[in-house]
């Protein structure tokens, strides 16, 4: 199974049970305040959780970022050429 696959069939589990338990769908008893407080909710809590995780995520790989001083030279030595390129086509640069 590819990661997608894995992922849709998490996705449509949960969201089939979610659904079963959200409409009374299953003999299960639940207690009121769950099934009136909690279990509504429980998407958006779910959906704030991956925003916060993402964003964290990111925030500490962007903070952990390795730098590259190949890529850096690699880099000065392409900006010179295109220069020189264009100081020799008549383009004043400064």
């Known amino acids: 199974m590819t990661r997608a696959t894995e992922a849709a069939t998490f996705f449509g589990i949960t969201a089939t049970l979610y659904l079963a338990l959200l409409f009374q769908?299953?003999?299960i008893t639940l207690p009121k305040t769950v099934q009136e407080f909690t279990?509504?909710?429980l998407p958006w809590w779910a959906l704030v959780t991956f925003g916060a995780y993402s964003l964290g995520n990111i925030g500490y790989h962007v903070l952990t970022?390795?730098?590259c001083p190949e890529a850096?030279?690699?880099?000065q030595v392409q900006i010179s050429q295109a220069q020189n390129d264009l100081r020799s086509k008549?383009?004043?640069i400064k």
Not at 72 to 75: F, G, K, Q
């Open 25 to 27: 769908w299953l003999p």
């Open 39 to 41: 279990l509504p909710v």
């Open 65 to 67: 970022f390795r730098d």
């Open 72 to 75: 850096y030279d690699e880099l």
């Open 90 to 92: 008549g383009v004043s």
